[in-house]
């Protein structure tokens, strides 16, 4: 399978414990991408990476969140102190063009977070 | 900052009938792009438009973005039970490269 996956697909937690998701993109793929989307919206974005270089993150990103991209392949979303709020499907999309517009975001299957 | 809303939220049909979906930004779009996600599973990429009033077409889908780019619409002519889900509309606006998704319109079509 050569598409974006996405591990684990689901997790249930306790709140106030630590989670980290995986993110395996398509292998050509420069620019990864990680969203969250709650019941009823669209995806909300959170951060990117292009390559190894994270290069913008969202306000919605507080300090429990930090995300890695430590070789320009794989990425990990951490959040830390798990909050009932943070209960959301968070997607990892990648894509292989650098410039702005004009690429086609690929997207996982998401992993489903539920804070007890 | 900018929004991206879509009109109706959601939408229920009979099989066989026309839909039409309606994405308006709150400003200039270098892009847009449709994707659809079916129910329990992820945004799927469907087309992406560039050119100010272009109009393409897959099968019985029909997207069009407006000539101020800061609209767009997609259309399904004679629905299908297979057209159920979600479809969002998404831009790159100004001086970022976040993408940023419509609210999305849910397409429920009954056979």
């Known amino acids: 399978d050569t598409g974006v996956s996405q591990n684990p697909r689901h997790k249930i937690t306790k709140r106030g414990q630590n989670v980290t998701f995986r993110c395996d993109p398509i292998?050509?793929?420069?620019?990864l991408y990680w969203y969250r989307q709650t019941l009823g919206q669209g995806p909300e974005f959170l951060t990117y990476?292009?390559?190894?270089?994270?290069?913008?993150k969202s306000r919605l990103l507080s300090d429990r969140f930090s995300a890695e991209r430590p070789k320009g392949s794989f990425s990990t979303l951490e959040i830390q102190r798990t909050e009932q709020g943070d209960s959301a499907m968070y997607l990892c999309a990648s894509s292989s063009q650098g410039g702005r517009g004009g690429e086609t975001q690929y997207f996982g299957p998401g992993t489903r977070l539920l804070v007890l | 900052g900018q929004q991206v809303m879509q009109i109706p939220q959601y939408q229920h049909v009979q099989e066989g009938e026309d839909f039409t979906t309606y994405c308006n930004s709150s400003?200039?779009?270098?892009?847009i792009q449709w994707y659809k996600q079916r129910p329990g599973g992820h945004p799927v990429f469907l087309i992406q438009l560039v050119k100010s009033g272009e109009v393409k077409k897959q099968k019985r889908l029909t997207f069009q973005f407006g000539e101020a780019k800061k609209n767009s619409s997609l259309h399904i002519t004679a629905t299908q039970t297979t057209d159920v889900g979600t479809y969002f509309c998404a831009g790159y606006g100004g001086a970022t490269n976040k993408l940023i998704f419509g609210t999305g319109t849910l397409l429920a079509v009954q056979p």
């Open positions: 292998s050509e793929h420069n620019r």
């Open positions: 990476f292009q390559n190894e270089a994270q290069l913008e």
């Open positions: 400003t200039t779009l270098s892009n």
